[in-house]
C-alpha cells in the first residue's frame, strides 16, 4: 500500500503517502491539512525530512508554530488594516499582523481539522475538506474547501485547491511549508541554498513598512537584489540579506503573470523557482499556476523554543531555519481594483488552482 493512516491525536489522523519507487514520502495530518514531514533520498543516499514541523502534535498548537506545513486561509497572506468589501457590504477581520489581517484570522484554516478520503493508492493521493461556516473569522458566505496531495513516481507533490460558496466571499489559499533541503542536520540555515527564478517570474511587488503591496510592479533594475534570474540565477539565499534588514531577509511577492480569475487550473502550470543544497545535493522544483508566490526564508522564525523533528536530530531552530514558496494570488487583493476578480469568490463558481513540488538529486 502506498497510503496509509495513523491516529496521532484523539481526533487528529496522519496520512502518509509513499512514491513507487519509495523515493519520496510525504505525510499529512488532518490538523490544519498540514505537510509534517517530507522525505527524500540526498547525494549520498541518506534520507532526508526537508521540510520544518514536530514530531510532538501538542506543538502545532503553541504560539512558536508558524504555519509549518499548513494550508492557510480562508485568506493567505495580509489584508490592509482587515477590511474588504463584498456584495456592497463592508467586513472587519481580526487584526493579527501589525496593522494587517493575516493569513486567515486568529483561528484559520491551519488551525481547524479537516476531514480525509484516500482518492487513489497508486498515485498515493489524498483530499482534504474543510467546511468553513458563514461568519467564520469574520468572512461571509459557507466556503468547501478541498486540497489535493498526490505523490508521484516523478517525485512531486502536487496540490490542487478547489473551493466553493454559498455567498459571495473573498478566498486566496497557499501551503505554508518551510523548506529546509538539507534536512536541518547539514544546514541549520538555508542561506547557503542557491536559488534560481526562470523566465516566467516578471518581477516584485513593491511593498509598505507593513510588507503591504502598494500596487506598483518593480523591474529587476530597480531592485537587483530580488532578481534570482539571468547573471544572477544560483545565488545564494544569504548573498544580499543587507538590502532587506527591515523584513529580516526575503518576504515579499513575486508576479508570475496578470490573468486575474478564480480559477487557474486552466492556465499553464508554469516551473517557476528552482532551490538548491550543496551541502546535500537536493534539489527543489516550483511550478504552479497562480499569478504569484511570497518567497519567504524565515526571518521572523522565533530565536527560542523551536526544535527540529527526531529525524532531523532534535536540533534547535531559529531564524532563517527554512524558506517557503507559497503560490497565491497577490496580497491585499481585495483592496486593489485590478487584482479583487482573483479573489472575490461568487456563488455557484469556483475557486481553484494547482501547485507541484518536486525533488530531485544532484549526485
Known amino acids: 500500500m502506498t497510503v496509509t493512516k495513523l491516529t496521532i491525536a484523539s481526533d487528529v489522523d496522519q496520512y502518509t503517502l509513499v512514491n513507487k519507487n519509495k523515493t519520496l514520502t510525504v505525510k499529512i495530518m488532518t490538523y490544519g491539512a498540514a505537510i509534517t514531514h517530507i522525505l527524500t533520498p540526498d547525494k549520498t543516499g541518506t534520507i532526508r525530512d526537508v521540510v520544518l514541523g514536530f514530531d510532538e502534535f501538542e506543538s502545532y498548537k503553541k504560539p512558536v508554530n508558524r504555519f509549518f506545513g499548513a494550508v492557510v486561509g480562508r485568506y493567505a497572506n495580509r489584508i490592509t488594516e482587515g477590511k474588504f468589501t463584498v456584495d456592497g457590504k463592508a467586513y472587519q477581520l481580526a487584526i493579527n499582523n501589525g496593522p494587517n489581517a493575516l493569513h486567515g484570522g486568529l483561528q484559520g484554516f491551519d488551525k481547524k481539522?479537516?476531514?480525509?478520503?484516500?482518492?487513489?493508492?497508486?498515485?498515493?493521493?489524498?483530499?482534504?475538506?474543510?467546511?468553513?461556516?458563514?461568519?467564520?473569522?469574520?468572512?461571509?458566505?459557507?466556503?468547501?474547501?478541498?486540497?489535493?496531495?498526490?505523490?508521484?513516481?516523478?517525485?512531486?507533490?502536487?496540490?490542487?485547491?478547489?473551493?466553493?460558496?454559498?455567498?459571495?466571499?473573498?478566498?486566496?489559499?497557499?501551503?505554508?511549508?518551510?523548506?529546509?533541503?538539507?534536512?536541518?542536520?547539514?544546514?541549520?540555515?538555508?542561506?547557503?541554498?542557491?536559488?534560481?527564478?526562470?523566465?516566467?517570474?516578471?518581477?516584485?511587488?513593491?511593498?509598505?513598512?507593513?510588507?503591504?503591496?502598494?500596487?506598483?510592479?518593480?523591474?529587476?533594475?530597480?531592485?537587483?537584489?530580488?532578481?534570482?534570474?539571468?547573471?544572477?540565477?544560483?545565488?545564494?539565499?544569504?548573498?544580499?540579506?543587507?538590502?532587506?534588514?527591515?523584513?529580516?531577509?526575503?518576504?515579499?511577492?513575486?508576479?508570475?503573470h496578470d490573468v486575474y480569475k478564480t480559477d487557474t487550473t486552466d492556465l499553464p502550470l508554469r516551473h517557476a523557482v528552482n532551490v538548491y543544497s550543496p551541502e546535500s545535493g537536493i534539489e527543489l522544483n516550483f511550478s504552479t499556476t497562480e499569478p504569484a508566490f511570497q518567497f519567504y526564508t524565515g526571518g521572523w522564525l522565533a530565536s527560542e523554543g523551536l526544535e527540529a523533528k527526531q529525524d532531523q536530530k532534535k536540533l534547535k531552530l531559529g531564524p532563517h531555519a527554512g524558506f517557503c514558496l507559497e503560490s497565491s494570488r497577490n496580497p491585499d487583493s481585495p483592496s486593489k481594483p485590478d487584482w479583487r476578480s482573483a479573489v472575490v469568490l461568487q456563488k455557484d463558481h469556483v475557486y481553484a488552482s494547482k501547485t507541484v513540488f518536486a525533488f530531485r538529486t544532484r549526485l
Open 113 to 256: 481539522i479537516w476531514s480525509a478520503t484516500v482518492v487513489s493508492e497508486e498515485p498515493a493521493s489524498v483530499r482534504f475538506e474543510l467546511v468553513s461556516p458563514d461568519g467564520d473569522q469574520g468572512y461571509p458566505g459557507t466556503l468547501t474547501t478541498h486540497v489535493t496531495y498526490t505523490v508521484t513516481d516523478q517525485d512531486e507533490i502536487q496540490l490542487e485547491y478547489h473551493a466553493t460558496t454559498d455567498k459571495e466571499t473573498i478566498v486566496n489559499l497557499t501551503n505554508h511549508s518551510y523548506f529546509n533541503l538539507g534536512g536541518v542536520e547539514l544546514c541549520p540555515k538555508i542561506l547557503d541554498h542557491q536559488v534560481t527564478m526562470t523566465d516566467e517570474v516578471k518581477a516584485v511587488l513593491e511593498c509598505d513598512g507593513n510588507c503591504l503591496p502598494t500596487g506598483k510592479v518593480l523591474s529587476w533594475s530597480e531592485v537587483p537584489w530580488m532578481n534570482f534570474s539571468g547573471k544572477n540565477a544560483g545565488k545564494a539565499i544569504g548573498a544580499r540579506l543587507e538590502h532587506l534588514e527591515k523584513t529580516r531577509g526575503y518576504d515579499h511577492p513575486y508576479v508570475i
